[in-house]
T-cell receptor, first 118, second 113 residues
């Protein structure tokens, strides 16, 4: 079946511009996660959505970062006023979450969006 | 909170030789452990997972890992590697009171003919 998809695959932007990254989770997965992969920091958790519950935003590095999940499916990660240190690969993952029966449900990752801020 | 340490950043290995990638974790609660593989310019693919039960876990592509609670380890092994196993491997942990994954720094495996 279809896996997690992300768009765009690559994004180059100028410092100070806003960007939006999109994630389409696996159908039926109620949990959705965003992670960031960068050379200096490795893989870091950013935000977690589970169904209609309030998201866990504890990993967002600054208030320039925000994310939403519409209709319990597609998610958009928005970075405002991008900085060079935002350059990284942004990975989205989904899982069955609390509906999975056994906990934890394994997370399945998309191919990522490579963001370059000039 | 949970954390993971991958003890080797680079592991060069010859084709058809065995390989072991070391992973140690730290946690104050029960843990669930995962190994992911990342091929160049791709996302993360789940290799195997330990949730409970048998401490020897078998995954895809001939990989296996053993959960050792007393040594807080979850080492990944493959008895005979192929060129196509060249990739970066990540160990990850989550706890019984958590859901987000904490990843190790990764181990780059380079398989040479």
């Amino acid at each position: 079946g279809a896996g997690v998809s992300q768009s765009p695959s690559n994004k180059v932007t100028e410092k100070g511009k806003d960007v939006e990254l999109r994630c389409d989770p696996i159908s039926g997965h109620t949990a959705l996660y965003w992670y960031r992969q960068s050379l200096g920091q490795g893989l870091e958790f950013l935000i977690y959505f589970q169904g209609n519950s309030a998201p866990d935003k504890s990993g967002l590095p600054s208030d320039r970062f925000s994310a939403e999940r519409t209709g319990g499916s597609v998610s958009t990660l928005t970075i405002q006023r991008t900085q060079q240190e935002d350059s990284a690969v942004y990975l989205c993952a989904s899982s069955l979450g609390l509906a999975g029966g056994s906990w934890p449900s394994p997370q399945y990752f998309g191919p990522g969006t490579r963001l370059t801020v000039l | 909170a949970q954390s993971v340490t991958q003890l080797d950043s680079q592991v060069p290995v010859f084709e058809e030789a065995p390989v072991e990638l070391r992973c140690n974790y730290s946690s104050s609660v029960s843990v669930y452990l995962f190994w992911y593989v990342q091929y160049p310019n791709q996302g993360l693919q789940l290799l195997l997972k330990y949730l409970s039960g048998s401490t020897l876990v078998k995954g895809i592509n001939g990989f296996e890992a053993e959960f050792n609670k007393s040594q807080t380890s979850f080492h990944l092994r493959k008895p005979s590697v192929h060129i196509s196993d060249t990739a970066e491997y990540f160990c990850a942990v989550t706890g019984s009171n958590d859901y987000k994954l904490s990843f190790g720094a990764g181990t780059t495996v380079t398989v040479r003919a």
